[in-house]
Structures are given as C-alpha cells and as structure tokens.
C-alpha cells in the first residue's frame, strides 16, 4: 500500500482518481486505508495518485509492503470475477 505523507496540501486531485476508493479526507489531510489500496495493480501500470499528485507527497508506506502477488490477491478480493 501506499502513503501520504504530510506534505499533502489537500488539493483534492487523488481522491477522485482511485479506483478503490481508497483515498479519503482524514483529520489533517488525505489518507490511504491500506486495506484498500492495491497500488493500483489490476487498473493501472502506475499507481494513479502517484500520477495525478502535483506535489509527489505519496510514497511506499513502510509499514505496509506488499508483493505484486498479494496486490493481486487484494485486488481479487475486493473487485471478486462476477
Ligand atoms: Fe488508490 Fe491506486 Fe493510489 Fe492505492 S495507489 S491509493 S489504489 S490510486
Ligand atoms: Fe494531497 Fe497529493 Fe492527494 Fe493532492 S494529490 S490531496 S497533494 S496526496
């Protein structure tokens, strides 16, 4: 999963983009649930807020790495083959 970092100045790009719907407006400033957030695997090459970011706040989350197997298995689990 990835993290935002507390540079974010809240311009709101990212929140619309994911398409987990990950991103959501905590106390401070935007967030990612890492239990959502698959880096965008199964979507995109990139992760998509990476992209859209002005300001390149989001980073790996240190606590939260994942190989490219278990963000497919998220992603699986939260997108399941209808
Ligand atoms: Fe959402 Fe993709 Fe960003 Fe994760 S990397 S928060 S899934 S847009
Ligand atoms: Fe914050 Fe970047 Fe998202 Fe803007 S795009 S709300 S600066 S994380």
């Known amino acids: 999963a990835l993290l935002i970092t507390d540079k974010c100045i809240n311009c709101d790009m990212c929140e619309p983009e994911c398409p987990n719907g990950a991103i959501y407006?905590?106390?401070?400033?935007?967030?990612?649930?890492p239990a959502l957030c698959t880096e965008c695997v199964g979507h995109y090459d990139k992760p998509t807020c990476i992209s859209v970011c002005p300001i390149d706040c989001i980073i790996d989350h240190p606590e939260h790495r994942e190989t490219e197997e278990q963000l497919?298995?998220?992603?699986?689990?939260?997108?399941?083959?209808?």
Not at 25 to 33: H, M, N, R, S
């Open 25 to 33: 407006y905590g106390p401070e400033i935007y967030e990612i649930d």
């Open 72 to 82: 497919w298995e998220k992603f699986v689990l939260l997108h399941p083959p209808q």
